[in-house]
């Protein structure tokens, strides 16, 4: 199955950086791959501890981070996937969303968007609210257009 995006908004801890702060494989290709302008972090940890681990983790420094301490109401709220889409001037429903968690998803699909959910061994009923699953982040593949959208292609 391939989808088409303006742009994405990715959870972080879990999603991009797994339990023992090292990226997951296949995120810094992703995030290197996208345009900067096109992607954003949206995560429930504090906005310090984020940037953290995204350094430690090796991945790029995102122009737009959405962290707990930007909004009013965190996950399961809608609240930091809208601002995500905001601040990255994109209209929710052009957004795709990757999460690993239950509030994750349950925020982006509040917030209009499609949302891929990360299953790493949780079985399909984990993420029934989601659009979308895989097991591994790696089993996403990325691509631009010739068009500039974001094409995600995944297998059913």
């Known amino acids: 199955m391939e989808l088409s995006y303006t ?12 339990p023992e702060g090292n990226s997951v494989d296949g995120a810094r290709g992703a995030l290197h791959l996208l345009p900067a302008d096109r992607w954003a972090i949206v995560t429930s940890c504090g906005s310090a501890y984020a940037r953290m681990l995204i350094a430690s983790a090796g991945l790029p420094e995102p122009q737009v981070l959405v962290a707990s301490d930007d909004v009013e109401r965190g996950k399961p709220a809608p609240d930091p996937y809208v601002t995500g889409a905001e601040r990255l001037r994109v209209a929710p429903g052009d957004v795709l969303v990757v999460e690993d968690s239950r509030d994750g998803i349950a925020a982006g699909r509040s917030a209009g968007m499609d949302v891929l959910a990360i299953l790493r061994g949780r079985g399909l009923a984990f993420a029934r609210d989601a659009s979308f699953q895989v097991e591994r982040f790696s089993d996403i593949v990325w691509a631009l257009d010739e068009n500039g959208s974001i094409r995600v292609q995944i297998e059913p």
């Open 7 to 18: 742009a994405v908004c990715f959870d972080l801890f879990g999603t991009l950086v797994d």
